[in-house]
């Protein structure tokens, strides 16, 4: 059954919502399913936006075939070749045979190198700023590159202000029916996992977001939706979104609060976590967050890391280095340029606490803008009662690095 949404006047969502998919890029949990979104503009020529993830090609199939109701597709505008959007471009070939694809340099070399049969169609091969006009709508091209691989562009309609941002702008979960940002509560529901996505996905290449947030500055008068490859259209408040953007690229926390990541084989590091976080909060710091690192998903902690401005690390000693999650996680973190916190150790050895001095020399070394507190908390075995000056000492020197 065809599945669409009108987006405004002649433009149509014509993607498909997955909830079988367990692992984005078979990485990063998506309990709360995913869309692969495409666009169709139904003018004086036909135009598809992308396609999607093959999982969802019979979906795009039916609600492209219905909406054209007998027309032939004329074009295909590319924005993003990752299979998550490009897998279904061959049938797309098959199915409209004479539809001529319209991308740029990178794309089409990357479309050769998974193996579509593009070269029996027409191909447009644009550049940045070039114009193309499919009849009542002009679009031109903006280049985006590394949002999220070095092909991406994002097509702007300057009729109807439509902005195809590709992956930019996209986030986690399944639409399920609901299609644009102010139908749902964004802020409530949605929010973290568009963190967790952008953080994750596109964490590492946050000055090429900020370049395209630039370009995208120049037209911000005329952008009145923006329409992702992923999660809702945005057509009010605009703003909203792309500030979060923009704090998230610059690696600036986005709240003031505390995130205490502890590593913990038999609960004494734990114990000692909880401690932590019930002193700052009974000293007023109510933002805090305590995850486990071995249960926690990495991608979750990322995103953390990303919303906080501070960050306590926990962590036992392990073969005399860093518990391994405890070390995954920091890996990710700098694979991900998480940048500009203030970070404070807390680390247990029941005969040799070495995590403490491995992580800073981990955070001093191979991380940027890391700023460690001094006022380390030092374990053998449990938090015994005569540490509670040290915790207390951390407390105020974490609250005290907020001023
Ligand atoms: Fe949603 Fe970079 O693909």
Not at 24 to 43: K, Q, T, W
Not at 328 to 345: C, G, H, P, S
């Amino acid at each position: 059954m065809y599945c669409v949404r009108n987006v405004t006047e002649d433009l149509y969502w014509v993607g498909a919502n997955d909830h079988r998919l367990a692992l984005f890029e078979n990485a990063y949990p998506i309990p709360r399913g995913v869309s692969y979104n495409a666009y169709l503009l139904l003018d004086k020529k036909t135009v598809l936006f992308d396609t999607v993830d093959w999982s969802g090609c019979r979906q795009l199939l039916e609600n492209t075939e219905h909406l054209l109701g007998g027309r032939t597709l004329d074009y295909v505008v590319v924005n993003h070749l990752e299979p998550d959007h490009a897998a279904s471009l061959e049938e797309i070939l098959i199915r409209w045979p004479n539809v001529t694809i319209i991308s740029n340099e990178k794309a089409f070399m990357f479309m050769r190198q998974f193996g579509f049969h593009i070269d029996s169609h027409e191909l447009v091969q644009v550049e940045e700023g070039d114009t193309f006009s499919f009849g009542k709508h002009t679009v031109t091209f903006v280049f985006a590159p590394m949002v999220h691989w070095p092909e991406v562009m994002m097509t702007f309609d300057t009729t109807n202000g439509a902005l195809f941002s590709a992956d930019a702008f996209g986030t986690f979960g399944a639409l399920d029916g609901k299609l644009f940002a102010d139908e749902v509560n964004f802020d409530r529901d949605w929010l973290d996992d568009a963190r967790r996505y952008l953080t994750n996905i596109v964490g590492k290449y946050g000055p090429h977001i900020q370049l395209a947030l630039k370009k995208a500055g120049g037209i911000l008068d005329q952008i009145k939706f923006i329409c992702p490859l992923h999660g809702p259209v945005w057509r009010k408040d605009l703003m909203y979104f792309i500030n979060k953007y923009d704090t998230w690229s610059r690696y600036v926390p986005e709240e003031k609060g505390v995130l205490i990541v502890y590593a913990s084989m038999y609960g004494n590091t734990e114990s000692a976590a909880q401690a932590l976080a019930s002193r700052l909060c009974e000293r007023g710091m109510t933002n805090v967050a305590v995850y486990d690192v071995s249960s926690t998903d990495v991608s979750q902690l990322i995103s953390e890391s990303f919303k906080y401005s501070h960050i306590v690390l926990a962590s036992v000693t392990y073969n005399l280095g860093i518990y391994p999650a405890m070390h995954n996680y920091l890996m990710d973190m700098k694979a991900l340029n998480v940048q500009n916190r203030t970070v404070a150790i807390i680390e247990n050895g029941t005969w040799a606490a070495e995590s403490g001095d491995l992580m800073q020399k981990f955070l001093n070394e191979e991380m940027k803008n890391m700023t460690v507190l001094n006022e380390r908390v030092t374990m053998a075995s449990s938090l015994s009662a005569d540490k509670e000056p040290e915790l207390e000492a951390l407390v105020t020197a974490i609250l005290d690095s907020m001023n």
